[in-house]
């Protein structure tokens, strides 16, 4: 299965063309539909709809759609419909002129004081009346689903980008434990025997006699629990563990980007461990070489769905 971005964008446009026939007019009107679907990173499904007031019917059948093709993101639906005629200004056909014209002297003979019609009211009418007459039922479902189409070979591409680049991002970071790993027994033993010679100086024995047996038991146990403090064995171990689980999760794909980001999580708490426990320069510089990748694995984890 791929793994998936939340970030994309897909677009799709239909166009069609409507005959009027009338006895004294006759016109083809030419209507274009587009839809725009943008997506970005977010913890669920967030759905924000941009769509004219004669589509606002059509809000929740989009709604359903999405939700059953898409899992998580930010996403942004702009529907339009744009009319062309021949002319600039639709000229209105002399059977609507003179069903408003009636219809202007009935409510006149109610009410007397009311304002006639405009020339402006009468155009605004007449595009009223063209504009709405085109069902976009069956148009907008299959323009929707071939745009959501367009939009997951746009976030699958992503995803492929992404997951190239959190395995090359696991390589580093195996690299980076396997060359701490060594340091590790090399250390505990360095700072055991330094703790022993500063207990010695102590103790007053600067000139080669040796500790009391009762002494040296407990400088032994004392440089014995501060090698166990600054041990990071546990540490490297549960590190490589969770790159392990890391590029499981990747070959698998799916919907991994929370658990992913949970892993990352623990991999920055193994590192910043690492770096605290570090008595030796080495993985002081170890322990941020791998927060810097870490950090980067991290912004990158956001996007994925």
């Known amino acids: 299965m791929s793994v998936y971005s939340m970030t994309g964008y897909a677009s799709a446009q239909h166009s069609s063309a409507n005959t009027t026939s009338d006895t004294q007019d006759k016109s083809?009107?030419?209507?274009?539909?587009?839809?725009?679907?943008?997506?970005?990173?977010?913890?669920?499904?967030?759905?924000?709809f941009r769509l004219g007031d004669e589509l606002r019917a059509f809000e929740p059948a989009l709604r359903e759609l999405l939700n059953r093709r898409l899992k998580r993101g930010k996403v942004e639906i702009r529907i339009s419909v744009e009319s062309n005629t021949p002319n600039l200004i639709a000229e209105p056909s002399i059977r609507l002129l003179q069903r408003l014209n009636a219809i202007q002297d009935n409510i006149k003979a109610w009410l007397p004081q009311a304002t006639p019609l405009s020339v402006a009211d009468v155009i605004g009418l007449t595009v009223g009346d063209t504009s709405s007459s085109k069902d976009w039922q069956q148009d907008i479902t299959e323009l929707t689903e071939q745009a959501v189409n367009a939009l997951l070979s746009a976030r699958e591409r992503e995803g492929a980008r992404l997951a190239i680049m959190l395995q090359e991002r696991i390589k580093q970071?195996?690299?980076?434990?396997?060359?701490?790993?060594?340091?590790?027994?090399?250390?505990?033993?360095?700072?055991?025997?330094?703790?022993?010679?500063?207990?010695?100086?102590?103790?007053?024995?600067?000139d080669g006699g040796s500790l009391p047996e009762?002494?040296?038991?407990?400088?032994?146990?004392?440089?014995?629990?501060?090698?166990?403090?600054?041990?990071?064995?546990?540490?490297?171990?549960?590190?490589?563990?969770?790159?392990?689980?890391?590029?499981?999760?990747?070959?698998?794909?799916?919907e991994i980007g929370k658990r992913l980001d949970f892993l990352i999580?623990?991999?920055?708490r193994e590192a910043n461990t690492l770096g605290s426990k570090s008595a030796a320069l080495e993985l002081t510089h170890v322990s941020v070489d791998m927060k810097v990748l870490i950090e980067q694995m991290r912004e990158q984890v956001q996007n994925i769905e």
């Open 265 to 268: 999580q623990e991999l920055h």
């Open 173 to 206: 970071l195996r690299a980076l434990a396997a060359q701490a790993g060594p340091l590790v027994p090399q250390l505990v033993s360095q700072q055991r025997q330094r703790f022993m010679d500063r207990w010695q100086e102590a103790m007053g024995l600067v």
């Open 28 to 48: 083809v009107n030419s209507s274009h539909l587009g839809i725009e679907i943008r997506s970005v990173n977010s913890r669920y499904l967030d759905l924000s």
């Open 214 to 254: 009762v002494a040296h038991d407990r400088a032994l146990a004392e440089a014995t629990a501060f090698a166990i403090r600054i041990d990071v064995a546990e540490e490297i171990t549960r590190l490589v563990s969770h790159l392990d689980e890391l590029e499981r999760l990747i070959s698998k794909g799916g």
